[in-house]
């Protein structure tokens, strides 16, 4: 069982920057695949970045490409997403997954079923 907590969302102007945070907790972090997803009032849940279990691989939706950075530490039970020139189409609640499950590649996880566990989210509004 792993319970995740975000923080860090807010109120930003176009261009500005936010990192979110989220905590673990539970045993053997560094076992799970995370995740940042988002989602927009009407909108599909999306998933925006995955991380692999080591954090030497990562994968981006190309709209976040070159801004966003996910990040993981693993003595701290911790991930990360610094997102930098933020613009208004990024207002979204955003959640942190784990997943214990095993493909091949990170691609392979932009189903929500790929995903174990979720964070309540955390509400990041971008004003233009």
């Known amino acids: 069982q792993v319970e995740l907590v975000e923080s860090g969302g807010g109120l930003v102007q176009t261009g500005g920057s936010l990192r979110l945070s989220c905590a673990a907790s539970g045993r053997t972090f560094s076992s799970y695949v995370m995740g940042w997803f988002r989602q927009a009032p009407g909108k599909e849940r999306e998933l925006v970045a995955t991380i692999s279990r080591d954090g030497y691989r990562t994968v981006y939706?190309?709209?976040?490409?070159?801004?966003?950075?996910?990040?993981?530490?693993?003595?701290?039970?911790?991930?990360y997403l610094q997102m930098n020139s933020l613009l208004p189409e990024d207002t979204a609640v955003y959640y942190c997954a784990a997943s214990g499950k095993y493909y091949s590649g990170l691609y392979n996880y932009a189903d929500l079923s790929s995903w174990d566990y979720w964070g309540q989210g955390t509400q990041v509004t971008v004003s233009s």
């Open 61 to 79: 939706v190309d709209s976040v490409k070159g801004r966003f950075t996910i990040s993981r530490d693993n003595a701290k039970n911790r991930l």
